[in-house]
């Protein structure tokens, strides 16, 4: 198992978290080595979907069953697909016991919960099903981004797996998994970075290829140079408006650095970068979008935990407490606790210039 924890409560979450996720690495990084045309479908939304992302989901909430059978799940994958596709079906259960299988995942397996159980066809439908609570804002839920950035997995760029625990609406603990991040720099050799943050007790990292020794994150006050982390996909936030906001900040020209998936807190978490934004593509003519809370609930605590802001685009709080998605929110400003105010400031007359009032 994972070095000893460094926080001192949630230890067994925690604890648990970490190995769910671990195993759900062990499987995403396989699939996305061998993945093939017919392993990937197509949600009703259009967006993608692969095997990877569906045995993640059901192993890590198999995990949670085991350990805390009262515990709701907020997962963003359901059994839409597999039930009607026989050959995606034969390959998540076999994936997932894959990830459960004996001696896979080496030393850090070892005596851990589920090494070499076998799970039925139905253990695993029924596991992905949970997934579908409401989330709210009482009691105990856990919500699940299986492969966070799916367009980065498919394009083997980044992605991560992403566990968080909230409780009466508030993120507890968040476990971030960046496969494909290295660890030292973004553009490092990508051996793979663990994350994990606790509220009111700090966020953390190690390397996710070896059992190595957790380091605190932190943020500086004035991260120098001053980068702004932003989504490769132009569809899912407003590049153009983006680039004004890194203007009025000071942000040099073509310094922004561009990737799917949570890693972007990851990166900002441990100081680089400066300032992740997230604005709607409505405020440039694009469709409405509300944010959903397994995007944001383990990267927002490590910002706020290494010493970082993290707020919507107006400035106000991310409420989690909301359902499935942040529905009291619009758009994401994370940033280190000097950046913050005045990125709010600029996001809000780059809107204005974009002609469209806040
Ligand atoms: N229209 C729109 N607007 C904003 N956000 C959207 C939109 N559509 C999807 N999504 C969510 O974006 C998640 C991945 O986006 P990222 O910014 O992290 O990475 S990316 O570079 O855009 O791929 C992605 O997460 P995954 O589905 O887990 O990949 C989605 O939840
Ligand atoms: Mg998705
Ligand atoms: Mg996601
Ligand atoms: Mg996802």
Redesign the pocket.
């Known amino acids: 198992m994972s070095s000893a924890l460094p926080i001192k409560t949630y230890t067994k979450e925690a604890e648990v978290a970490v190995q769910a996720v671990l195993r759900a690495c062990h499987v995403t990084k396989s699939v996305q080595d061998t993945l093939k045309v017919d392993d990937k479908v197509s949600k009703p939304?259009k967006?993608?979907?692969t095997i990877g992302?569906l045995a993640a989901q059901a192993l890590i909430t198999l995990h949670l069953q085991n350990a805390f059978p009262e515990d709701k799940i907020v997962g963003?994958e359901d059994t839409t697909e597999l039930r009607k596709n026989d050959g995606l079906r034969n390959k998540v259960v076999g994936l997932v016991n894959e990830g459960f299988a004996k001696g896979k995942l080496g030393k850090e397996s070892e005596g851990i919960w589920g090494e070499g159980e076998s799970f039925s066809e139905d253990s695993v439908l029924t596991a992905l099903d949970l997934g579908s609570h409401t989330g709210g804002p009482t009691g105990r839920s856990w919500t699940i981004?299986?492969?966070?950035?799916?367009?980065?997995?498919l394009r083997k760029e980044?992605?991560?797996v992403c566990l968080a625990l909230i409780v009466d609406g508030i993120v507890q603990l968040g476990v971030l998994a960046c496969p494909n991040l290295g660890t030292t720099a973004v553009t490092d050799s990508q051996t793979g970075v663990l994350f994990l943050a606790k509220k009111n007790e700090g966020g953390w990292m190690r390397s996710l290829k070896d059992d190595a020794k957790w380091e605190k994150t932190t943020i500086p006050e004035h991260p120098t140079p001053l980068r702004f982390l932003?989504?490769?996909?132009s569809?899912?936030?407003a590049h153009s408006v983006q680039a004004r906001i890194g203007e009025l900040l000071g942000v040099q020209e073509g310094t922004s650095l561009?990737?799917?998936?949570?890693?972007?807190y990851g990166a900002l978490g441990r100081g680089e970068g400066g300032c992740y934004l997230?604005i709607?593509?409505k405020y440039i003519g694009?469709?409405d979008?509300q944010?959903?809370i397994?995007?944001h609930a383990s990267g927002s605590l490590l910002i706020s935990e290494s010493g970082g802001v993290v707020s919507d685009m107006h400035g106000a709080p991310l409420d989690f407490s909301r359902g499935r998605t942040l529905s009291a929110n619009e758009g994401i400003v994370a940033a280190a606790s000097g950046v913050h105010a005045k990125a709010v400031e600029s996001v809000k007359k780059a809107i204005e210039e974009f002609g469209k009032k806040v």
Do not use: C, N
Request: proline fraction near 7%; aromatic fraction near 10%.
């Open positions: 939304d967006s993608p979907v992302d963003e981004d299986p492969i966070d950035g799916t367009l980065g997995f980044q992605y991560a932003e989504s490769v996909e569809g899912h936030s561009r990737m799917d998936s949570q890693a972007k997230r709607p593509t694009g469709k979008y944010e959903k397994w995007d």
